[in-house]
């Protein structure tokens, strides 16, 4: 089992940064694809991004991809994703969710019944 704690998020300016941690613990996730998804009221989990188990390959939904940066630490067991120039519909509960395959699959790695552990969110806010 994995056990995946979220943390970072936090009220901020649109225009400002956050950087969110999600921290593994139960077992090593190097071996695991690590993704960042988000949920807003009333609507449906969205994909943001993901990173392959080594790090070499990552992949962005459209609405983040040149803001938000997804990094991971294997030696520390924790993925982050830096935030950039937020704006208010980047407001949502935060997720971070592990998949065994390891692998960045376009098409597929966005979708979150491809992945087998997550964590309890974190609440991101952006006033305009």
């Known amino acids: 089992q994995v056990q995946l704690v979220e943390s970072g998020g936090g009220l901020v300016q649109a225009g400002g940064s956050l950087r969110l941690s999600c921290a593994a613990s139960?077992?090593?996730?190097?071996?695991?694809?690590m993704g960042w998804f988000r949920q807003a009221p009333g609507k449906e989990r969205e994909f943001a991004t993901v990173i392959s188990r080594n790090g070499g390959t990552t992949a962005y939904s459209d609405s983040v991809k040149g803001r938000f940066t997804i990094s991971r630490d294997n030696a520390k067991n924790t993925v982050y994703m830096q935030m950039n120039s937020l704006k208010p519909e980047d407001a949502a509960v935060y997720y971070c969710?592990?998949?065994?395959?390891?692998?960045?699959?376009?098409?597929?790695?966005?979708?979150?019944?491809?992945?087998?552990?997550w964590g309890q969110g974190t609440q991101v806010t952006v006033s305009s």
């Open positions: 969710a592990a998949d065994r395959s390891g692998t960045v699959v376009v098409g597929t790695s966005s979708r979150p019944e491809k992945y087998e552990y």
């Open positions: 139960g077992r090593t996730i190097r071996s695991y694809a």
